[in-house]
């Protein structure tokens, strides 16, 4: 009841970008969205590779048979026995943590088709026509992901996870904390990290700084971006950084004004938006007024943080609303961690309320270390899926993300915590057996 009410709200106030054109699908990973289901098997010709194999699809028993002997790819005639074949052979097969390979998960498997005449189109716009054309997706899993890792893990292996998830097309990768680390130990070499992505362009760094100790040290390393983070939980912000809300304001307002004098951008976060792990519920109320202050100091962006997950959209609509009241919507992120599976559902309403920024965190990695229980962001392959099915722009190439989600979790020795990477890791599993 509230959602509806807020959405119809934000219909009636809001000017929303319609979704005018639904693009064509053009991998074998991507989404069903509802207009594929519809117009399935309209294409004429697809083919499909995996490295040297070639074989033919057997229309009726929708397998295929190798007719090229060095080679590793099919042609069909006929998408929809394709598509079946790909799509629904993986439900028959048993679960499978596949790993990705340059080899095996390549850029030349592909799967194309064409939608000509769209009927969905209309249902589309009715329901989700008030969500963004482009979704900014801000990359934590190095800072957020990691920060919480027991093991250290060693720079060469975050400067190449960072590299990796810029090559996927990602426009902003949060590099690093410059925290006290006695506090964060896994991000004590913050300094080394910058240094060492310095070279990369196409990507944007930001880092989180907690006081102006940590914005100096940032700056000299090299940083030309910022993030400060306060919380609505006056709990929460006493043991995440051992002040006051109030008190963490001030510090911030002088990080903020030396940034200022700088040129430098500084990103505000809240955490605790909906929920604290001390206090319980957190009213909306107090989110807005930390937004406020951080926004009248100078933050280009406010990133709201859902930090132990317990956010519904039932929750998380009203806190939108509240904060959308002090703050340009424009300038808003949303930043929620996957605790109760909620995170996707979240995400969804917001962009319907017009948020534009998401902040995810490659294979759902992360947790914050002073939020007990809180569990990992939600991850970003399952957030770009999930957009690529609403025909919503990431600039973001599925595939190299899920390279990059393999390499991190091979280094913390660990499967995925992205449902789309394990399901799509079974699909290229079932594809090499076929
Ligand atoms: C904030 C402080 C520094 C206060 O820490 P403190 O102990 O209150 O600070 P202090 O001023 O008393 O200094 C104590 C020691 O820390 C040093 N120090 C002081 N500042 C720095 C600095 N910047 N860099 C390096 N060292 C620093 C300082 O020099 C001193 O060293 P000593 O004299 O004992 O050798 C500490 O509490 C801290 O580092 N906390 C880390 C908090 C953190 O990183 N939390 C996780 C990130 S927030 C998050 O995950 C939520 C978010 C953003 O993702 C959104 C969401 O999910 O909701």
């Not at 590299?163 to 902003?172: A, D, F, H, N, T």
Request: aromatic share 8%; charged share 20%.
């Amino acid at each position: 009841m509230v959602v509806a009410k807020t959405l119809n709200k934000f219909s009636r106030r809001r000017s929303f970008l319609a979704l005018t054109s639904v693009p064509a699908m053009s991998t074998f990973e991507e989404p069903l969205g509802s207009n594929n289901l519809l117009t399935i098997g309209l294409d004429t010709e697809q083919s499909f590779s995996f490295g040297a194999f070639t074989g033919r699809v057997n229309k009726r028993a929708g397998s295929f048979s190798n007719e090229g002997g060095s080679g590793y790819s099919f042609r069909s005639e006929n998408e929809q026995n394709v598509r079946k074949a790909l799509l629904w052979g993986r439900q028959a097969n048993p679960r499978v943590f596949g790993t990705i390979s340059d080899a095996s998960y390549t850029p030349h498997c592909y799967y194309s088709s064409h939608c000509n005449y769209n009927p969905a189109r209309d249902v589309k716009h009715k329901f989700f026509g008030t969500i963004p054309e482009y979704v900014k997706i801000v990359e934590v899993g190095p800072r957020d992901g990691l920060q919480n890792e027991k093991e250290i893990v060693p720079t060469s292996v975050k400067v190449e996870l960072i590299k990796m998830l810029v090559s996927s097309g990602l426009p902003i990768v949060e590099a690093t904390s410059f925290v006290s680390p006695k506090w964060v130990p896994q991000l004590a070499d913050a300094k080394d990290v910058i240094k060492a992505i310095q070279s990369i362009g196409g990507a944007r760094f930001p880092v989180l700084t907690p006081n102006l100790k940590g914005f100096e040290a940032a700056i000299a390393a090299g940083a030309k971006e910022v993030a400060i983070f306060a919380a609505a939980s006056e709990s929460f912000s006493r043991s995440n950084i051992n002040c006051s809300i109030e008190d963490s304001l001030a510090r911030y307002r002088d990080v903020a004004l030396a940034a200022r004098n700088l040129s430098i951008p500084v990103r505000g976060y809240i955490s605790c938006v909906v929920g604290c792990p001390v206090e319980g519920a957190v009213p909306p109320t107090k989110v807005a007024y930390v937004a406020e202050e951080l926004l009248n100091m100078g933050c280009s962006e406010i990133s709201l943080g859902d930090t132990i997950g317990v956010g519904t959209p039932g929750t998380i609509s009203p806190m939108l609303e509240a904060v959308m009241d002090v703050v340009p919507v424009e300038k808003l992120a949303v930043h929620f961690h996957d605790t109760y599976a909620q995170a996707l559902s979240n995400i969804l309403v917001s962009l319907q309320m017009g948020i534009s920024t998401v902040d995810s965190s490659v294979s759902g990695l992360g947790g914050c270390p002073y939020a007990k229980g809180a569990s990992g962001n939600v991850a970003t392959e399952d957030v770009v899926y999930m957009l690529n099915g609403l025909g919503v722009k990431t600039n973001v190439d599925l595939r190299k993300l899920m390279l990059a989600g393999d390499f991190i979790c091979k280094n913390l020795g660990r499967p995925s915590g992205s449902k789309v990477s394990i399901a799509l890791c079974r699909i290229t599993a079932n594809a090499s057996k076929l």
